[in-house]
C-alpha cells in the first residue's frame, strides 16, 4: 500500500503528543481513583457482575449479552473488584490513545498529536472512562486492525477484527464493510479469515449449549422480548454529535464530503489507489457504516436500541482521523499563520472544554445508586433482614448488599418474586421493575402475602425510563 509507512515527527509535534498524553493520563486517573459513582449506569455493573462470577460459574464466559470477550478479557480485573475493572477500562484508553498517534504517522498526517488529543478529549471516552462497560475493548479490535494493517499484517489484522463482533454485536457491521473492502480491493483470500471468530465462538457455543446455531439462537438482541425502550428520530445521533464526538465531528463531516467523490472509482475500479481505498473503506466505511445502523436502530426501535451515544465511542479513533485530516484541509487552506493558529487553538479550546459541560468530574454517585444505599442501610439495621433472601431489580443492589448476583439462595431478580419464601424481602424500583423486569408496583400492592417495610423518595425527584416517578419500595413475604 503506498504512503503508508510511518512519517518522520518534527520534534514538537512529537512533544505535542506527549504533552497530550500525559495530561490525559493525569486526568483520567484522578478521574477514576477520586470518582464515587461510575459511568455506563446498571450495565457497568452488570457486565463487572458477568465478568466477576465468570470463573464460578463458566456458562457466563459464553454469555452473548455480556459480551465474550469482554467477558474473558476483563475477568482477571474482576476479581479484584469494580476499580479494578474501571482501570482496566482506562488502561484501554491509553493504548488507544497510542495506537492513534502511530496510525495518524502511518498515514502521514500532518500535526498527528491531533488525533489522539480529539480521541483522548472526546466527550464520550471521557465520559465513559469510569466505566465496565464493552465499548473500549470492542473499539481496540477495529484500532487493532487499521494499526496492524498499515504495517502490511493483514492476515494478523483480518484475523483479529473477526472477533470484534463478541465484543459488541455491531462489529458485524464493521466486518460487513470490510467485506466490501476486500471485494473492491480484490483481497479474496482475506474474505475467509473475516469469520474466523464467529467459528471460533460458534463452535465453542455449541459444546457449551448444543445448539448449532448459538451465534444467532443466543443472541439477547436478535431474540429480544424487551419493547419498553421505544425509538427515537432518525437524527437522533446527529443532535448529539457534538457532545458525543465534540468539534472533531464537524471536520470528519467536512472530510467525508471531499472524498466521497473517491467512491464511484474505487467501485468501478478506475481508482486503484490503495490509500484512497484505505480512507474510503476503512476509516470512512466504518465509521459511517456503524454510526448509519445505530441510528436505523434507534429510528426503527428495533433489537432493544435505547439510542444510548456512548456507543459511539467505538469509532472515535477513525472519527479522529477524519477530523484532524479536514482540520489539516481547512488550515492549508489559511493564507495567514496567525489565522491558522487561532482556529487550531480555538479548536483544542472547545474540544477540551465541551466534555466538561457534557459530563461531571470527578463522577458523582448516580440519583437511583443514592437511593438503593438508602434501603441498604435500612436493611443493614435489622440482621434478619439483612440476611434475608432478597429479590431485586438493579443489579447495583446486589453489589451494595456484597451478594453473589447468581447464588439463587440469597439473590434473585424481582421477575421471579413469585418464589419468594416467608421473610424474604422484595425491593422494587421505579426504573428496572416496571420495565425491563416487567414488574408494576400494583402486582406487588396488590399481592396480600406481602406486606410493605420501607418507602423511598428522593428527596429531588426525578423521572426514570418511560416517566416513572422514581421511588423504592421493600416488601417482605408474610
Known amino acids: 500500500?503506498?504512503?503508508?509507512?510511518?512519517?518522520?515527527?518534527?520534534?514538537?509535534?512529537?512533544?505535542?503528543?506527549?504533552?497530550?498524553?500525559?495530561?490525559?493520563?493525569?486526568?483520567?486517573?484522578?478521574?477514576?481513583?477520586?470518582?464515587?459513582?461510575?459511568?455506563?449506569?446498571?450495565?457497568?455493573?452488570?457486565?463487572?457482575?458477568?465478568?466477576?462470577?465468570?470463573?464460578?460459574?463458566?456458562?457466563?464466559?459464553?454469555?452473548?449479552?455480556?459480551?465474550?470477550?469482554?467477558?474473558?478479557?476483563?475477568?482477571?480485573?474482576?476479581?479484584?473488584?469494580?476499580?479494578?475493572?474501571?482501570?482496566?477500562?482506562?488502561?484501554?484508553?491509553?493504548?488507544?490513545?497510542?495506537?492513534?498517534?502511530?496510525?495518524?504517522r502511518r498515514l502521514q498526517i500532518m500535526n498527528s498529536w491531533l488525533v489522539p488529543f480529539?480521541?483522548?478529549?472526546?466527550?464520550?471516552?471521557?465520559?465513559?472512562?469510569?466505566?465496565?462497560?464493552?465499548?473500549?475493548?470492542?473499539?481496540?479490535?477495529?484500532?487493532?486492525y487499521i494499526y496492524l494493517f498499515l504495517k502490511k499484517k493483514e492476515w494478523l489484522a483480518t484475523l483479529l477484527v473477526s472477533f470484534m463482533p463478541f465484543a459488541r454485536s455491531e462489529g458485524f457491521v464493521?466486518?460487513?464493510?470490510?467485506?466490501?473492502?476486500?471485494?473492491?480491493?480484490?483481497?479474496?483470500?482475506?474474505?475467509?479469515?473475516?469469520?474466523?471468530?464467529?467459528?471460533?465462538?460458534?463452535?465453542?457455543?455449541?459444546?457449551?449449549t448444543g445448539n448449532s446455531t448459538w451465534i444467532f439462537a443466543n443472541n439477547p438482541y436478535i431474540n429480544t422480548a424487551i419493547n419498553v425502550y421505544g425509538s427515537g428520530s432518525f437524527f437522533h445521533?446527529?443532535?448529539?454529535?457534538?457532545?458525543?464526538?465534540?468539534?472533531?465531528?464537524?471536520?470528519?463531516?467536512y472530510t467525508t464530503v471531499v472524498k466521497v467523490s473517491l467512491l464511484g472509482g474505487l467501485v468501478t475500479g478506475k481508482n486503484k489507489s490503495e490509500n484512497d481505498a484505505f480512507w474510503v473503506w476503512v476509516i470512512m466505511g466504518t465509521t459511517w457504516g456503524y454510526f448509519a445502523a445505530h441510528t436505523f436502530l434507534w429510528w426503527q426501535g428495533m433489537w432493544?436500541?435505547?439510542?444510548?451515544t456512548r456507543v459511539m465511542a467505538v469509532i472515535m479513533v477513525p472519527m479522529a482521523l477524519l477530523a484532524t485530516?479536514?482540520?489539516n484541509s481547512i488550515m492549508h487552506k489559511l493564507n495567514s499563520s496567525a489565522a491558522r493558529k487561532i482556529l487550531l487553538y480555538s479548536v483544542m479550546v472547545v474540544s477540551v472544554i465541551v466534555p466538561f459541560i457534557v459530563s461531571t468530574f470527578p463522577v458523582p454517585l448516580g440519583p437511583e445508586e443514592r437511593e438503593h444505599l438508602r434501603a441498604v442501610a435500612f436493611l443493614q439495621k435489622d440482621e434478619n433482614l439483612y440476611r434475608s433472601k432478597i429479590f431485586a431489580a438493579n443489579p447495583y443492589m446486589p453489589l451494595a448488599l456484597k451478594r453473589d448476583p447468581y447464588d439463587r439462595k440469597s439473590y434473585q431478580r424481582i421477575a421471579e418474586y413469585s418464589h419468594a419464601a416467608t421473610g424474604d424481602i422484595i425491593i422494587w424500583d421505579a426504573h428496572f421493575a416496571p420495565?425491563?423486569?416487567?414488574?408494576?408496583?400494583?402486582t406487588l400492592t396488590h399481592d396480600s402475602s406481602l406486606v410493605i417495610i420501607g418507602h423511598w423518595v428522593p428527596i429531588r425527584p426525578f423521572k426514570a425510563l418511560n416517566n416513572y416517578d422514581f421511588e423504592i419500595y421493600a416488601f417482605r413475604k408474610r
Open 118 to 144: 480529539f480521541v483522548l478529549f472526546s466527550p464520550v471516552v471521557m465520559g465513559n472512562g469510569v466505566s465496565a462497560l464493552t465499548e473500549m475493548v470492542c473499539a481496540l479490535f477495529l484500532i487493532l
Open 1 to 104: 500500500m503506498e504512503s503508508l509507512r510511518l512519517s518522520p515527527e518534527a520534534p514538537d509535534s512529537r512533544n505535542m503528543f506527549y504533552t497530550v498524553f500525559i495530561t490525559a493520563v493525569l486526568f483520567y486517573c484522578w478521574n477514576g481513583l477520586y470518582s464515587d459513582g461510575f459511568n455506563g449506569d446498571a450495565d457497568s455493573i452488570t457486565h463487572y457482575q458477568i465478568a466477576r462470577y465468570s470463573w464460578k460459574y463458566p456458562e457466563l464466559l459464553l454469555d452473548q449479552w455480556g459480551k465474550p470477550l469482554f467477558t474473558i478479557l476483563s475477568s482477571p480485573f474482576a476479581q479484584i473488584g469494580f476499580k479494578a475493572v474501571v482501570f482496566f477500562n482506562i488502561l484501554l484508553i491509553f493504548w488507544a490513545g497510542w495506537l492513534s498517534w502511530l496510525i495518524a
Open 435 to 442: 420495565n425491563e423486569e416487567q414488574v408494576p408496583l400494583t
Open 325 to 327: 485530516a479536514g482540520l
Open 237 to 253: 445521533f446527529f443532535i448529539y454529535a457534538i457532545p458525543v464526538f465534540g468539534v472533531a465531528f464537524l471536520f470528519a463531516i
Open 304 to 308: 432493544a436500541s435505547l439510542g444510548l
Open 174 to 208: 464493521v466486518l460487513a464493510v470490510l467485506f466490501l473492502f476486500y471485494i473492491f480491493t480484490r483481497r479474496w483470500k482475506m474474505i475467509p479469515v473475516l469469520v474466523t471468530g464467529s467459528v471460533v465462538f460458534n463452535l465453542a457455543g455449541y459444546l457449551a
